[in-house]
């Protein structure tokens, strides 16, 4: 060989040491492995692991759900440490060696501990979603009322919650794996039967508030509520369509709830049994409403093709009252179209056109006292007309009349929108009548007498 080629080879071996990394000398990146725990030996997930270099702190991972770790380390002496929750471990020197991979003793932090136990009533039921903080760190129950906490040991506050119900201790943790279990002795199970004057409804929305505790339960088919709260004086209280009532009872394993202002029917229409429908009527030829088309699909009812149904409430007749009823219209409703509902009251015949009535739709509304049908046939006349629309599609509302003597009112989701007095022609007592359109659902119906 001359050595002008050796010259080249010497050079072509230098070039590949150099494009090769170096691997004439050893990796120059190790991955180190290691592991965090407690000063008890247990594992710590989450815990973040630092390296000195150069005197600064470079954080180089976090360790897995098993307290492990990996990281890619240049070679050289180094003091690692690992933090967990404000506490730090002692630093330990190690030097990383030239080579594919090494590992580190386990690093321990001392002054930790993992709090964890059972959140239960005075009467052993288990708490879920009770809130555990001790210091600052929570842990939220499960459905076996179990909290955990990874913490740091020592004497700090500890508060439980529950939907507001608070209670709070200061706490002596100890290092290592504690248990603590809790028992909130003022909460309880509350079984609640909810009536409105002294008759029990289903679907009703039931907020039951002690001081800061708060809970909302809908009443089941028998009109009650099973909820866990302090067996204390609470303020029960439901929003019926045309107000909020509120009743104040002494909480305990079974209560009776009855809201003395609430209506004197409610119909949430889960089915047409307080009704019935209306025989096809027809003036001047016009059909205005036409029977077997009604129908309850998820607690609404509905009129399953074009045209108009009506339905009468059974065995009922008011003189002063208030009639509520919370309606929507689908938002499929065809352009242009016009659908509403009429409430009438006090209406002493077997058709839609009697009484004192309200007529509110996509287009516009009307009240008015209706003697028949025709213009001839209705007084004390109050109209928006035309294209002041009361609801569009996709709209709920509730529509309100209230009749008081000869005066009546239509209030609109609360607000007033039309009053007028009966002089010349009042009725004074009569039923209930509804009638609505295609695209319209019917949610639900309150009355009260007054
Ligand atoms: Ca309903």
Redesign the pocket.
Known sequence: MSSKKTFYLAVLVLLATILSGCTLFGPKICAVTGKVTMGDGTVLANAEVYIIQDGKETKIATTDSKGEFNAQIKPGKYEFFAKYSGKSSDKVTFTVPRAKTATLEPIKISGLAVMSGTVKTSDGIKLEGATVKFDQIEAVTDNEGKYTIPTVSGTKDLTVSYKGYTISESYTLADGIITKDITLSELGEVLANVKSKGVAYS?LNIVVKVGDFEVTQKTDAAGQIKIIAPLKEALVSTKFLYKTVEEKVTLAKTVEVNFANGPDFI????NLDNWVEEEDFEYNKWAITTKGFVDVV???VVRTQEGVSGLKLKDRVVTDCVVSV?WRVTSDLPEKKTVGVRTHVRNAQDHWCYGYGTNVSTYNYELATWHGLGADNKFSIITANPNEPQVAAGDEVIVTIVVQGNNFKYYKNGELIAESTETAHPIAQGGIFLSFNAWIQ???IEIYNL
């Open positions: 679907d119909d949430t229409f889960n998820n607690g609404n919370k019917i949610d639900q």
